[in-house]
């Protein structure tokens, strides 16, 4: 498939079969991901793999709370259904010991985490997560990501997660079971044109 195809057809799905997928093609997907760019080649970034009821079962119990699971019964199934749950981490230890090299010590950005004007371990991050998306596209899949938004502490502890290591977000693959939830945020039209800027703003 062509990438310009891939990107196109690209979409989040918010509900799953619970038919496995092919542990190959979860390795293959992976793999592709590992090559996303990655800054100063830190490599500051790493997948935990969960597949299969019983460990996602440890991300959902651990992200999601029984007040959401009640008021969204629906949406809940259809995401707990997936198969495959990806976590993306990133280490900012990494990148802040890779700044310190004398390569990059110039950057002034060796020191502390708070020096960086911009988080480059959850960009290397979002990097790979996009490279899993577009794979998923083309590998005939669907896929979704879900953000940290609660549970990082316990999912981490649950999963022996070395703690300077952050959670960026998982991605959801399997095979879509035809009863997609849209989520009300597709309603929402931001013309293109409002967004690009040629010569300036």
């Known amino acids: 498939m062509e990438v310009h195809d891939a990107i196109h057809r690209r979409a989040m799905v918010r509900s799953f079969s619970d038919e496995p997928v092919e542990p190959g093609l ?12 990655t800054a100063g080649n830190t490599r500051g970034t790493a997948w935990v793999v969960l597949e299969g009821p019983e460990q996602t079962s440890t991300y959902f119990d651990s992200t999601t709370d029984e ?11 259809g995401l707990r259904r997936a198969p495959v749950v990806l976590l993306a981490y990133a280490s900012p230890d990494a990148y802040v010991a890779r700044y310190a090299e004398p390569d990059k010590a110039g950057s002034g950005l ?10 480059y371990w959850f960009g290397d991050a979002a990097f790979a997560v996009m490279a899993v998306l577009l794979g998923a596209v083309d590998a005939g899949l669907g896929a979704s990501f879900v953000g940290n938004f609660r549970g990082e502490h316990e999912l981490g502890a649950r999963l022996g997660v070395p703690g300077p290591w952050r959670l960026f977000g998982a991605v959801l693959l399997g095979r879509p079971d035809g009863k997609a939830h849209r989520s009300a945020s597709l309603r929402r039209d931001v013309p293109a044109g409002t967004r690009l800027h040629r010569g300036g703003w």
């Open 26 to 37: 979860v390795e293959r997907l992976l793999l592709d991901a590992l090559r996303s760019p």
């Open 67 to 77: 007040a959401w699971r009640t008021e969204h019964p629906e949406w809940f199934a």
């Open 110 to 119: 060796g020191e502390s985490t708070s020096d960086w004007p911009v988080p």
